[in-house]
């Protein structure tokens, strides 16, 4: 796990969040902190676009309050990190792990 260079982030699938979880709970630089924040920010657009398709889709109404529940997550876990407090970020993506469940 190469920690000095950021993850692409494809999807925001439960083992994306994990690997997220686990490299933020790997980093100790101030470095690695900014690289956990742009892989964060690139989460936070993959969450974003589906809420908006979800939005305009009448049949997802579960799928916009799972999706605006792991928005709030996401963003706070990045919000977190910029502060390097990596305990309280990872809670918050654990919470968005068990909000799509």
């Known amino acids: 796990m190469d920690l000095n260079h950021p993850l692409p982030i494809h999807d925001f699938s439960p083992d994306t969040l994990i690997s997220l979880v686990e490299r933020i709970d ?3 630089g101030f470095q690695h902190f ?3 924040e742009a892989e964060l920010d690139d989460l936070w657009r993959q969450v974003e676009r589906a809420l908006v398709h979800a939005q305009s ?5 579960r799928d916009v309050d799972r999706l605006r529940t792991l928005l709030e997550c996401v963003e706070a876990a990045h919000d977190l990190v910029s502060e390097s407090k990596k305990e309280e970020a990872m809670a918050q993506l654990q919470a968005g792990i068990r ?3």
Do not use: Y
Request: hydrophobic share 45%; net charge negative; proline share 0%.
């Open 26 to 28: 790997s980093s100790s």
């Open 34 to 36: 900014i690289f956990r």
């Open 57 to 61: 889709d009448a049949d997802a109404s």
């Open 99 to 101: 909000a799509q469940a």
